[in-house]
Each structure stands twice: as structure tokens, then as C-alpha cells.
């Protein structure tokens, strides 16, 4: 299984951005995906997250409401699209895969995921 993280960039504050990220060589049916983000210095910190079983979706809340996380299943990719973007969201952003169910508390976890892609680099500028 790979993942390929795109839409990284410059974006002034208050601007949008959507992230994308395709897996491959698995079809996403009864998975779990999420995106974290790690800001220079910081350890990496959960974002939003979605289950393919039921398309529940979870955030963090410094998130919340401001950015959402969707699936395209014949694609077999998932969006974040970051809206009223500030600042300190300026991180690299990394999308996982979890080959399964993940109950809520575990969605936030990175040890909880079995794949990772690239990393994405989101810089806003105030």
C-alpha cells in the first residue's frame, strides 16, 4: 500500500487550501484514514480523520470547523480542505491509513496506523 499526498503550498491567512491523498494497491472499503500535521519543533498532532465503514469523522479542535475531511471512494482518495486558515496550521501534513476499524480514541493515535505518506508542506503567511 502507498500513499500520495498533493495540494501542499503558500497561502496568506485567512485563505483555503485542500490536501488530497490517493492509496494504492488496496481498495478502501472497511478502512480508517487520517491527517496530522508536525510544525517545526513540535511533535506530530492529529487533524481530522474518517472511516470508510461508516464515513464518521473526527477532529481535533483547533480544527474543528474550520477544516473537512471527505472521501471519494471510486478514487480511493481523501480531501481536507482547509478553510479560514491561520498561521500556526503552517506544518507538514501527513496522511495515514489504518487497514481497518478504528474506534474514535484510536483515530487520533499516530501508533494506530499501519501507512504514511509523504508529507505535504502547508506555510501561511500572515
Known amino acids: 500500500v502507498q500513499l500520495q499526498a498533493f495540494g501542499g503550498g503558500l497561502v496568506q491567512a485567512g485563505g483555503s487550501v485542500r490536501l488530497s491523498c490517493t492509496a494504492s494497491?488496496?481498495?478502501?472499503?472497511?478502512?480508517?484514514m487520517g491527517w496530522f500535521r508536525q510544525a517545526p519543533g513540535k511533535e506530530r498532532e492529529f487533524v481530522a480523520g474518517?472511516?470508510?465503514?461508516?464515513?464518521?469523522?473526527f477532529y481535533t479542535d483547533s480544527t474543528k470547523g474550520r477544516f473537512t475531511i471527505s472521501r471519494d471512494n471510486a478514487k480511493n482518495t481523501v480531501y481536507l480542505q482547509m478553510n479560514s486558515l491561520k498561521p500556526e496550521d503552517t506544518a507538514v501534513y501527513y496522511c495515514?491509513?489504518?487497514?481497518?476499524?478504528?474506534?474514535?480514541?484510536?483515530?487520533?493515535?499516530?501508533?494506530?496506523?499501519?501507512?504514511w505518506g509523504q508529507g505535504t508542506q502547508v506555510t501561511v503567511s500572515s
Open positions: 495515514a491509513l489504518r487497514t481497518g476499524y478504528l474506534i474514535e480514541s484510536a483515530v487520533k493515535r499516530e501508533v494506530s496506523y499501519d501507512y
Open positions: 494497491g488496496r481498495t478502501l472499503k472497511t478502512d480508517t
Open positions: 474518517i472511516r470508510w465503514s461508516d464515513n464518521n469523522k
